[in-house]
């Protein structure tokens, strides 16, 4: 008598990140049944550590940046790249993505992480302002530093709009750009209260000015000006001009959660996919992990709370245990898991920081 030949399970993964790529990695190296993995990633490249896109400017590679490529390449995994999911449909236990292709699944993982949160600034069209979250962000604003130099023929003085880890990664980026940077803190956008955290015990603004980078705090009515080129030339404050060459936008991030919020998928009202200890959303065959999820109100933007959440997923599906996230790991107002606040920023940078 034959041996019955088992399914492989189907598990999908929107989002190619940090957080999902540990997912993965738990999961094929767990699993003890037949699986099936297809990964989805917007970005046409392999997963990178994303807190060490700074590294660019001081010599790394996007190769150095990538993460163990065996992962996605083990033969139960299938990985997607440059194709955004845009719908999916729980009745069907299907996803559709850009290129029309529709797959599948037992179970789905949301890993979609954050993204740059939009700035109503006047003038953030101009040529010369840039993010700072991905990749091409950091490479286009390399870019367009060394063109511009060579333009005006002189050192480049540059703004960072934002406040908190986020605002001192970008002005050290500029610093490593020879660009001198101002650092203005928007006090009319919602930013992450101010430059001041309590919990850590310590400025940024102080941070900054130890490093030699000049801030302007509680500034209103900010917007930005082009020159004659084009391009932007400067940022108009309430109470005076800063003469600039580029600016980068560092106003925080928010929760990647649309695909949740238009499926019906329980959304928490200021942001991030609701999930319970076990990572599980309000569709018990939909797990959300990392930077999208919010738990309590509370979304797991540190890096090592992602990882946590990756592993509890990982388990959940695999049903090898009745693991759990601890809820001092998720609540605990230690660290970086800070309430949803709608430009949080990601604690590795200020780790990175506080070493310097």
């Known amino acids: 008598m034959s041996e019955a030949v088992l399914t492989p399970a189907e598990i999908v993964v929107v989002g190619a990140g940090m957080v999902a790529h540990r997912f993965v990695e738990n999961l094929i190296s767990t699993a003890e049944t037949p699986i099936h993995v297809t990964v989805i990633g917007d970005e046409a490249r392999h997963p990178y550590d994303r807190t060490g896109i700074s590294g660019l400017f001081s010599g790394a590679t996007p190769e150095a940046l990538e993460l163990d490529r065996s992962v996605f390449e083990d033969f139960r995994v299938r ?18 993505t850009r290129s029309r292709r529709i797959v599948g699944y037992d179970s789905l993982v949301l890993a979609t992480g954050s993204h740059a949160a939009s700035v109503d600034i006047a003038g953030s069209d ?16 390399e870019r367009f530093a060394y063109r511009r130099r060579n333009e005006l023929g002189r050192p480049l003085r540059g703004a960072v709009i934002g406040d908190g880890s986020l605002a001192i990664e970008a002005a050290g980026a500029l610093q490593l750009l020879d660009v001198a940077p101002v650092v203005v803190q928007h006090s009319d956008l919602p930013t992450s209260a101010t430059l001041v955290s309590e919990a850590r015990g310590f400025s940024f603004a102080g941070l900054l000015e130890a ?44 929760p990647r959660d649309e695909l949740a919020r238009n499926a019906s998928i329980g959304v928490d009202p200021r942001g991030g996919i609701v999930v319970d200890e076990r990572c599980t959303t309000s569709d018990p065959r939909v797990f959300a992990i990392g930077d999208v999820a919010s738990f309590e109100g509370r979304r797991a933007e540190a890096l090592a709370r992602g990882y946590a959440m990756a592993e509890v997923a990982a388990a959940r599906i695999l049903d090898v245990s009745a693991m759990s996230a601890p809820r001092d790991l998720l609540t605990t107002a230690r660290g970086p898991l800070r309430p949803n606040a709608p430009a949080a920023a990601g604690s590795p940078r200020v780790r990175a920081l506080q070493a310097v």
């Open 79 to 96: 990985f997607i790249a440059d194709d955004r999911v845009l719908r999916i449909d729980p009745g069907a236990r299907t996803v559709m």
């Open 126 to 141: 101009l040529r010369g302002c840039f993010g700072y979250r991905t990749l091409e962000d950091v490479q286009r604003l």
């Open 211 to 254: 490093r030699g980078v000049a801030v302007r705090t509680e500034s209103h009515g900010v917007r930005l000006a082009g020159d004659s080129s084009g391009a932007v030339g400067a940022v108009e404050l309430g109470d005076g001009v800063e003469s600039v060459d580029l600016v980068v936008l560092a106003v925080g991030v928010r």
